[in-house]
């Protein structure tokens, strides 16, 4: 097990090589000159110098690289252009909400789509398999704004349940906090529950064809039990494994979650970043983000063995 | 069933294809909004970029005069808003109309460009073994950065415009072509008859063309029809961002939105018609590519 650890953490190192190469070479091998680029179209001759050297652009570009990556390693994301602050402190304030965001997200995720895959196996062929496979195509095309805007419009705007948009910090309170998130994590949950839900219905109803489930109801197990001690526990391991997956979706649905529902957290912070070109700013998000999702389907690699002790590394 | 025995394979295939209710009802939902996109001029549209102070955030169904500054000076025109006019005082029901083209464009060319590129590095991955480590440590590394980030940090370099969303959205499609094409290669050079073309002397590009490429079409234009949904899809997320087409130079569904975002309370439908027409069209082509991988690729259609 700590060698499978150990060659998995090695096997990232290459993958985050690549994701830092690229994420560096996009500034420096755009058309045009990034400093001019950056200091816009009113700046000063004088302006554009010092941009460039601050950046460290007159130097070889292996060197820039290895500059770049070691102040990474210590910790300094460099300084924002836009903010005029650290990246590092601007990250650091914005975590909060994007983390919450994600959180109530997956959960709401998990407690909607694998009953739900559960009962569609459970009951393939009927009306209740078709509507949640129906769903799960519907789910797969409507764009998470759409939805959110669709939300705000019926529970916030119509029903005056919740409030329309923003984002209330932990310490104001949960019920405040938590009446904030819910039409977002709702509809930013709409594509993952369609995605998890079609896998956990796959996964079961291969599960639910074995040996040992006829064996279990032979020997007067009850049906729920049948599906979630013997059906579940042996399907677990496909649904983990698109969880993972999805965790891609789940990150691109942060940024324009937040941007719907005025969330000041990451996913807003790249948009704004993005649209003021601060690319110091771009950078870390993005480097910041692939980091989580390579080390979140590590994590779920290394799970398989607590979900499957059939499974040994 | 005794006619289908004079049928050809393809003759069968066809049939089996357009038999299966997905693709009947995708397929027409789609050809009805391509026509929509191509005969936009003829479906009682206006100029969408058309704007006038005069007649700005009127409900649907409006009717009105809209002032119009020219060279030679103010023209009236009386107008109808079929679904209201947005901020500038344009027409959404063109807008949304004629919104649909771009969908369309970047969808295709996204497709189109990703399998191109994605088949050709797939292809060599796939058989030069040497190289196959290299790309697809790279591939792996672009397929680490989520899809909708790698296209916002593509696009944030370049100037806002249809070319530089379509090269955005296409640089994280390519490497799961090349991972799909490479997989097929990789099993169907163990193939006999591959090994038999190679015996017979066949030239390394011969044996690709014309020996390996075509039995990874079919699961390529499944793909292909995936790749044209999440296009657009992305294309709408970056238009409504503020990071792709700019509004005031082509109507899409995304930009419309986007533009729509800071009068939703007072005009909800500006942005839920554009929604619902990109929710269907996504909707269409995902059934069309399901239909498509049912009856094309049924090694895929079993896993799923």
Redesign the interface.
């Known amino acids: 097990m700590a060698y499978y650890l150990l060659k998995r953490l090695i096997a990232t190192i290459?993958?985050?090589?690549?994701?830092a190469?690229?994420?560096f070479l996009?500034?420096r091998l755009?058309p045009g000159d990034p400093a001019a680029?950056i200091a816009g179209d009113f700046a000063s001759e004088a302006q554009v110098a010092e941009i460039r050297e601050k950046l460290g652009l007159n130097d070889p570009l292996l060197v820039q690289f290895g500059i770049w990556i070691g102040n990474i390693f210590q910790g300094d994301l460099g300084e924002s252009f836009f903010f005029k602050k650290q990246v590092t402190d601007l990250i650091m304030a914005r975590i909060e909400p994007t983390l919450s965001l994600s959180v109530v997200t997956i959960i709401l995720t998990v407690s909607i789509a694998v009953p739900m895959g559960v009962v569609a196996a459970y009951r393939q062929g009927t009306w209740l398999d078709r509507t949640v496979m129906a769903f799960s195509?519907?789910g797969?095309?409507?764009?998470v704004?759409?939805i959110g805007?669709?939300f705000?419009?019926i529970f916030s705007?119509e029903l005056k349940w919740l409030p329309?948009q923003g984002y209330q910090r932990l310490s104001e309170g949960v019920g405040g906090w938590l009446k904030h998130l819910i039409l977002p994590s709702l509809a930013l949950s709409v594509i993952f529950v369609a995605f998890i839900a079609?896998?956990t219905r796959?996964s079961v109803l291969e599960v639910l064809g074995e040996d040992y489930i006829r064996t279990a109801r032979a020997k007067g197990q009850t049906e729920t039990k049948v599906l979630v001690r013997h059906a579940l526990r042996n399907a677990a391991v496909p649904i983990v494994t698109v969880i993972g997956f999805a965790?891609?979706?789940l990150?691109?649905?942060v940024?324009?979650t937040e941007?719907v529902f005025n969330i000041p957290g990451l996913g807003l912070l790249?948009?704004d970043?993005?649209?003021n070109?601060d690319?110091p700013t771009?950078q870390a998000?993005?480097l910041l983000?692939?980091m989580i999702?390579?080390l979140i389907n590590l994590i779920i690699d290394l799970s398989y063995t607590v979900l499957d002790p059939r499974i040994r590394y | 069933m005794t006619e289908a025995v004079a049928l050809s394979p393809t003759q069968l295939t066809l049939r089996r294809v357009f038999g299966h209710p997905s693709v009947l009802i995708g397929g027409s939902l789609v050809l009805v909004i391509c026509l929509m996109a191509i005969f936009a001029p003829f479906l009682g549209t206006i100029d969408p970029n058309l704007n006038s102070t005069s007649t700005r955030l009127k409900p649907p169904g409006y009717e009105g005069v809209m002032k119009i500054y020219t060279d030679e000076g103010r023209v009236k025109v009386p107008v109808t808003y079929r679904l209201g006019s947005d901020t500038l005082g344009r027409d959404v029901y063109s807008r949304v109309i004629y919104g649909a083209r771009i969908s369309l464009v970047v969808g295709v060319s996204v497709a189109a460009i990703s399998i191109f590129l994605g088949m050709i590095i797939g292809l060599v991955a796939g058989y030069f073994r040497r190289l196959d480590g290299f790309i697809m440590r790279i591939m792996d590394g672009l397929m680490a950065i989520p899809a909708i980030l790698l296209a916002i940090a593509v696009v944030s370099v370049f100037n806002a415009g249809l070319t530089s969303v379509i090269i955005a959205i296409v640089v994280p499609e390519v490497p799961r072509v090349v991972r799909l094409v490479r997989s097929m290669v990789l099993s169907i050079r163990e193939e006999p008859y591959v090994e038999a073309a190679i015996t017979a002397g066949t030239r390394v590009h011969l044996l690709l063309i014309r020996h390996i490429l075509p039995n990874t079409l079919a699961p390529l234009i499944v793909q292909g029809t995936f790749i044209v949904a999440s296009a657009i899809i992305v294309e709408a997320i970056l238009s409504f961002l503020g990071l792709g087409i700019p509004a005031d130079e082509v109507p899409t569904w995304g930009n419309i939105m986007g533009a729509a975002r800071e009068n939703f309370q007072l005009h909800p439908h500006q942005i839920l018609y554009p929604g619902v027409i990109l929710a269907v069209t996504v909707l269409a082509v995902n059934m069309l590519g399901d239909g498509l991988r049912d009856t094309l690729d049924p090694r895929f259609a079993k896993r799923v």
């Open positions: 290459p993958v985050m090589l690549v994701v190469v690229f994420i996009l500034l755009t680029m195509v519907l797969f095309s409507i764009p704004f759409v805007f669709a705000i419009y705007l329309v079609r896998m796959t965790f891609a979706i990150i691109g649905g940024v324009v941007s790249t948009v970043a993005v649209l070109r690319f771009i998000v993005v983000f692939s999702y390579v």
